[in-house]
């Protein structure tokens, strides 16, 4: 889906303006690229009308950076499509029953633990675990291990079959025992049917939870939405789990799902490990949807790679005027130790997926590296000496022209004097250079 839309979303951004034309043309894109994350056909229609109306209603074609204001529209409407505000849970009972539903393996008792473990650490909140999948000893079994992980009891009853009663003798435990929560992890199985929506909706009915939440595997498609609806009907739910949104899963399912049946999506797990949980953010979400990057991990992989020492030291020699080029191929090595060059601009909002078209990778480097290899050492460090009988060398020496020869010298003594007036600040400032 982030690939289709970015490419939507590339020819605005590439472009210094719009033209009715081709906001059009985006906006086929977008539903196109919306329709094939499973979609519904009518909600992405919609979707694109609203984001013309904007783009029209605030004139667009007349602003000075017309591209970036469509992207925000076109996120601003995704975010509202996911939900617009955050939506917690229902935690105002005494206890506060919250029943899971969903799929075999969509991420039930997982979540459930991850949940207890969330609401635990939150001090106030005292949760018990109730363990209603009796259909495998190894679901009892998987909820005791996540259980004991996370320091949260478990009420489990082996050698009762009734899912009703269990849950029922789980609330009342709370009760006697002072946990003002209760999650209570039921059996899903491996497609929608009528026992295990007879025996959820009976739950649900005998226990009437603050909250009832529906697991769903991000990664199921259209069949999320499918599933989503008949639990839905059945159950009337408060809110969605999206999990297993680790990985490259871009988050389609959560566009579909919320506007098919209309319920916030509360949280999304993002791995295994009882951690991996987070309070879902639509606008959050849109971001990774549309690929905007991730300028935080950016920042923190340059820095890694600026050697702060190297930096110092370059430091202070531009503030002696002894940058030289051999100080720059050690740049340019820096730079190309971040890793491949595409990746790093691809992170850089804005900025990023527009310049993946030019093809910006360590060969960028190879005819500087090749200038710089053929120079004197003298050269390097001085190379106000380098004349014109000098660069007919270099150039021949490195297997390029006296122009490029040339262009580098230009370009050398530009980055000197930029860098002259950065004065120090090594990698960090050198980075935000970059981006600007
Ligand atoms: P249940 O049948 O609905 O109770 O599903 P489980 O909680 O047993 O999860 C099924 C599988 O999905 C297990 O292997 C989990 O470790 C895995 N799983 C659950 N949530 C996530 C998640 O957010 N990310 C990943 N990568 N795996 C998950
Ligand atoms: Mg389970």
């Known amino acids: 889906l982030s690939d289709k839309l970015d490419k939507a979303l590339h020819v605005l951004k590439g472009h210094g303006s719009i033209t009715e034309v081709n906001v059009a043309e985006t906006l086929k894109e977008v539903r196109r690229a919306l329709l094939d994350a499973d979609v519904n056909f009518k909600i992405a229609k919609e979707f694109t009308v609203r984001v013309k109306e904007k783009a029209l209603g605030q004139d667009v074609l007349t602003t000075l950076q017309p591209g970036q204001l469509m992207v925000k529209i076109v996120k601003d409407e995704l975010t509202e499509l996911m939900g617009g505000d955050v939506e917690g849970i229902n935690l105002s009972g005494n206890p506060s029953v919250i029943l899971m539903s969903g799929l075999q393996g969509s991420g039930k008792t997982t979540f459930s633990g991850k949940l207890a473990n969330y609401l635990k650490n939150k001090k106030t909140k005292k949760p018990l675990l109730v363990a209603c999948d009796v259909y495998r000893p190894a679901a009892i079994d998987q909820l005791h291990v996540v259980g004991d992980q996370i320091g949260v009891e478990v009420f489990s009853d082996r050698g009762n079959n009734d899912p009703v009663a269990i849950s029922q003798a789980g609330i009342a435990h709370a009760k006697a025992n002072g946990y003002n929560v209760v999650i209570i992890d039921t059996a899903g199985r491996l497609a929608v049917d009528e026992a295990m929506m007879t025996e959820i909706s009976n739950i649900h009915k005998a226990i009437q939870p603050q909250e009832t939440l529906f697991v769903v595997d991000s990664m199921t498609g259209q069949d999320a939405v499918n599933t989503a609806k008949a639990f839905n009907d059945i159950l009337n739910f408060d809110g969605v789990i999206l999990t297993k949104l680790d990985g490259d899963t871009r988050g389609g399912a959560a566009i579909s799902i919320k506007s098919v049946v209309n319920k916030p999506i509360k949280f999304i797990g993002t791995g295994e490990k009882m ?59 820096q730079i190309k130790k971040m890793g491949n060059m595409k990746d790093l601009i691809g992170m850089i909002p804005g900025a990023g997926k527009m310049m993946k078209d030019i093809d910006i990778d360590d060969d960028a480097f190879k005819g500087i590296e090749a200038i710089i290899h053929s120079m004197t050492p003298e050269e390097r460090s001085n190379p106000s000496v380098i004349n014109a009988s000098r660069k007919k060398r270099i150039g021949k020496g490195s297997g390029t022209s006296v122009q490029e020869v040339n262009q580098l010298l230009k370009q050398f003594t530009q980055m000197s004097k930029m860098m002259k007036m950065m004065q120090g600040g090594g990698g960090k400032r050198m980075m935000q250079a970059m981006q600007n």
Request: aromatic letters at 10%; charged letters at 35%; hydrophobic letters at 40%.
């Open 275 to 333: 951690e991996a949980i987070d309070v879902f953010y639509p606008s959050r979400m849109a971001d990774r949807i549309l690929g905007m990057g991730d300028v935080v991990s950016l920042v923190e992989r340059a820095q890694e790679q600026f050697d702060e020492e190297e930096a110092r030291k370059l430091q202070k020699k531009i503030a002696k005027n002894q940058f030289g080029f051999d100080d720059f191929l050690k740049q340019i090595q």
